[in-house]
């Protein structure tokens, strides 16, 4: 058993315990401390959250002495030298080892100690409960380390990924889906839009990409590549260019619409065709006048500003869409690069690939919802989520990521949100979001914006979250009767990551040629 730190001064309901430290030991902001109970031998699990010198009743016995004792120089000297730690309470335990949240408080004068190994073991038994997915270590001050994971089937109730450059968002989500791409083929996958190239690509000095794993089931995808799959006009809906253009005039979707049930995966090919002299025409004998000339005019435009953009093609060879369904299917991690797409191809790329997936699940659903269950969770990764689900573009409108957030669930589809200014997102994803990454925020708004939309009551975590370092994180889980408190995590480097796996992956290469040696 650890020694003793500390004992407990007071205790406030609901949660508040007070603690003072003892003289040669050390209490810090985050510490999670353990709390035995005098009278009951209870163990209560408490996080420090703030600190402050002594109260007033003491600072008065100082004053009173300064006023007698004329040598004293200062206040600070006369002093007691303990500070009052004070601490959230964070569980206590049945009798087989299970946490849960108490309606009672610890003793006055109980002592308080550093976890021991056994304090915490209920995170090793979450393994158990298919917590599959390991992203990190507990952060706790001990000799030992204790993984810490996401668990898969909670995947469709969202992750949001909250901080500021620096603080190790890109690195998490390479850890998270490492995770991802060393499960049991067929139980996961992932559709991954890149706004900066840096999961799969070593881009930064000294940082690893995804392919330095050499897993064949992470696939990339830069589709202003001569060689990259492409997106064929034959595939686009009207509603897809309604997306793209933010709202096309009633008139032009409905001449969309009305193009696309007479020609079907033709109506774009027809409207390339078109000479402008041929408008009129076109318009009067195969649209029998229900459409304007200046209205298709404008429509082709459009089609063609879409046409022009490397993304798509008019081959029907290549089929981005068919083949990444195809891949996630399968259980492939799909990585697509759009760093270098402009606005119009980035909107069109996202919503497109998205929208076609929810669909296949959603008809899937309808038609045989037993296959459904058969088929691999879907992480959707938006990197710079604000730019279709900030509060701002969604009172525009809705669109196929707000729809997930809402409805992902029912189609084993989840969205990792990656934000820097959380309370710039529309506060009905937010509060979707069941899972939460938080790795360091600067603002106040910021960090008030998670506390806020949290599944937890992360109220006294503000302090904590300001002071988060580089790859720290508090992670908040959705289901309380199994992770009753919000976890602070130190995340895994990616690049150790990636050189245990190639050890491992050598050393069973190496066994398996002496074997076969052997077998000879």
């Known amino acids: 058993m650890s020694e003793v730190i500390g004992v407990v001064l007071a205790s406030e309901f609901p949660d508040k315990v007070y603690i003072v430290c003892n003289k040669n030991s050390q209490i810090l902001l985050g510490d999670i401390l353990r709390v035995e109970d005098r ?11 703030s600190a402050k010198q002594p109260g007033e009743e003491d600072l008065a016995k100082i004053a009173r002495r300064m006023l007698r004792d004329k040598n004293a120089e200062n206040l600070a000297s006369l002093a007691p030298p303990e500070v009052v730690y004070i601490a959230s309470l964070l ?27 056994e304090d915490l073991a209920f995170i090793e ?13 507990i952060r706790v001050r001990s000799s030992y380390k204790l993984r810490v994971a996401i668990k898969g ?6 992750l949001g990924v909250y901080a500021i450059t620096g603080k190790g968002k890109t690195n998490f989500v390479k850890v998270l889906l490492y995770a991802l791409a060393t499960a049991p083929r067929g139980k996961y996958s992932a559709l991954v839009f890149d706004a900066h190239d840096e999961y ?36 686009l809906r009207p509603s897809d260019l309604d997306v793209v253009f933010r709202g096309l005039p009633e008139a032009q979707y409905e001449a969309a619409v009305l193009l696309y049930y007479k020609y079907r995966s033709f109506w774009i090919r027809r409207l390339l065709e078109l000479e402008q002299g041929e408008l009129k025409s076109f318009c009067k004998e195969e649209l029998e006048d229900l459409v304007r000339v200046n209205t298709l005019s404008a429509l082709i435009r459009k089609v063609k500003l879409l046409a022009s953009r490397p993304a798509f093609s008019v081959k029907e060879e290549g089929n981005l ?84 957030t809402r409805e992902g669930r029912k189609y084993r589809i989840g969205l990792l949100v990656v934000a820097q ?15 939460n990454v938080i790795m360091g925020l600067a603002q106040e708004r910021s960090r008030r914006a998670v506390v806020e939309n949290a599944m937890d009551d992360l109220d006294s975590l ?14 908040s889980y959705p289901n309380k009767s199994e992770v009753p408190f919000p976890l602070p995590v130190k995340i895994h480097h990616f690049n150790e990551l990636v050189r245990e796996f190639k050890a491992k992956n050598v050393k069973t290469i190496k066994v398996g040629a002496v074997d076969k040696a052997l077998m000879e």
């Open 462 to 475: 503000l302090g904590e979250i300001r002071m988060l370092d580089v790859g720290e994180a508090i992670v």
């Open 91 to 117: 569980c206590t335990f049945r009798e087989d080892g299970k946490p849960y949240i108490p309606k009672d408080l610890p003793s006055l004068l109980s002592r308080v100690y550093l976890p021991d190994r």
């Open 153 to 158: 089937e909670d995947i469709p109730r969202h």
């Open 321 to 404: 869409v068919a083949e990444v369904l195809d891949e996630i299917d399968r259980g492939c991690i799909c990585i697509v690069n759009t760093r270098n797409l402009d606005e119009i191809e980035e909107r069109a790329v996202l919503s497109i690939l998205t929208g076609r997936l929810v669909n296949a699940r959603k008809d899937l659903l309808d038609k045989n919802p037993e296959e459904l269950l058969n088929k691999p969770i879907v992480l959707v990764v938006l990197e710079e989520a604000l730019s279709v689900l900030g509060a701002k573009v969604l009172k525009k409108g809705s669109n196929i990521f707000a729809d997930l």
């Open 421 to 435: 200014l959380p309370q710039r997102l529309d506060p009905d994803v937010a509060g979707n979001i069941n899972t």
């Open 125 to 137: 038994k979450l393994k158990e409960r298919e917590y599959d997915r390991e992203i990190g270590v």
């Open 200 to 235: 799969y690509k070593n881009v930064q000095a000294g940082l690893l990409g995804l392919q330095e794993l050499g897993i064949e089931t992470i696939k990339y995808y830069d589709l202003h590549a001569e060689n990259s799959p492409k997106i064929p006009l034959s595939d």
């Open 39 to 49: 009278l009951t031998g209870k163990r209560y699990l408490v996080r420090v959250t």
